[in-house]
């Protein structure tokens, strides 16, 4: 799928530190609770680390104890897709930054949380980058 921001694995891995190439580019995950932004209450925008577009509002994110931020929705229904992900023996849905293919997370529904979409998107913070509220 063509992404308006397209680079090669060089560039990539030019821009992008160590750490954030292997959860944005080729789908790590950080170790649960160690996430800058696991417990941020910061009022803000959440944008992509690699490419720099709006994700997520801090007015979405929830306590979910599950060792990532959470959020309930994204910004913009077309800020991110959502890509069936069958690794690790398991059935998940993978959520990728619209703009450059990045991979951000998951998502998953159903599981109880009091929030008004009833999905939990469960995000790397080293994918986001938080721009505080003025």
């Not at 292997?22 to 932004?37: D, H, I, K, N, S």
């Not at 229904?77 to 293919?101: F, H, K, N, P, Q």
Request: charged share 30%.
């Amino acid at each position: 799928m063509p992404y308006e921001v397209n680079k090669t694995d060089e560039q990539w891995r030019a821009d992008l530190s160590p750490q954030e190439y292997a959860v944005l580019r080729q789908a790590a995950t950080e170790r649960p609770f160690t996430g800058e932004y696991n417990d941020t209450k910061t009022e803000g925008v959440y944008s992509c680390r690699a490419c720099g577009a709006e994700l997520f509002r801090s007015d979405t994110k929830f306590e979910s104890h599950c060792g990532w931020p959470s959020f309930y929705d994204p910004a913009d229904s077309d800020a991110v897709e959502l890509i069936e992900d069958r690794t690790l023996g398991m059935v998940r849905v993978e959520v990728r930054c619209a703009r450059c293919g990045s991979h951000l997370g998951h998502v998953f529904e159903g599981e109880g949380y009091p929030t008004p979409t009833d999905q939990r998107y469960c995000i790397n913070s080293i994918s986001l980058r938080l721009a505080p509220a003025e």
